[in-house]
C-alpha cells in the first residue's frame, strides 16, 4: 500500500528557511507525478508545486506563482523521496504542507483531486 509520510515542519521568523521531505514507500511506478500542497486555515488546499517523473528523469515541474523563486521541488528517486525546499518564507506561506502523488500521469498538474494519495501533512508556521 503507497504510504507518504511528510517531515521537516516547524515554526521559523519570516525570511527564513526550512525543508520539507515527504518518503514514499509501497510504490513502483517508474512514471508520476507528485506535488506539493498546502491548506491555511479557512483557506482551500491550494498546490505550491508539482514535478514529474518520467522512468528515468524528471520532467517538468511547475511553481504556483506565489512561491517562484523561493521555493524549489526535488526529487531522489533512489531513495523515494521529495522535498521541498523553502526559502525568504513569509508569514502567509503559514499552513499545513502535504505531499501527494498522481500515479497516472507522468507529467504534473496543478489540480489536487488528480492526486490520488496524500501524506498526512507538516505543520509549516512563519512568524512575523
Known amino acids: 500500500q503507497l504510504q507518504l509520510v511528510e517531515s521537516g515542519g516547524g515554526l521559523v521568523q519570516a525570511g527564513g528557511s526550512l525543508r520539507l521531505s515527504c518518503a514514499v514507500s509501497?510504490?513502483?511506478?517508474?512514471?508520476?507525478?507528485i506535488g506539493w500542497f498546502r491548506q491555511a486555515p479557512g483557506k482551500e488546499r491550494e498546490v505550491v508545486s508539482c514535478?514529474?517523473?518520467?522512468?528515468?528523469?524528471?520532467?517538468?515541474?511547475y511553481y504556483a506563482d506565489s512561491v517562484k523563486g523561493r521555493f524549489t521541488i526535488s526529487i531522489d528517486n533512489a531513495k523515494n523521496s521529495v522535498y521541498l525546499q523553502m526559502s525568504s518564507l513569509k508569514p502567509a506561506d503559514t499552513a499545513v504542507y502535504f505531499c501527494a502523488v498522481d500515479p497516472s500521469h507522468y507529467y504534473c498538474t496543478a489540480n489536487p483531486p488528480i492526486y490520488d494519495y496524500w501524506g498526512q501533512g507538516t505543520q509549516v508556521t512563519v512568524s512575523s
Open positions: 514535478i514529474g517523473w518520467f522512468r528515468t528523469s524528471a520532467s517538468r515541474t
Open positions: 509501497g510504490f513502483s511506478e517508474d512514471s508520476y507525478a
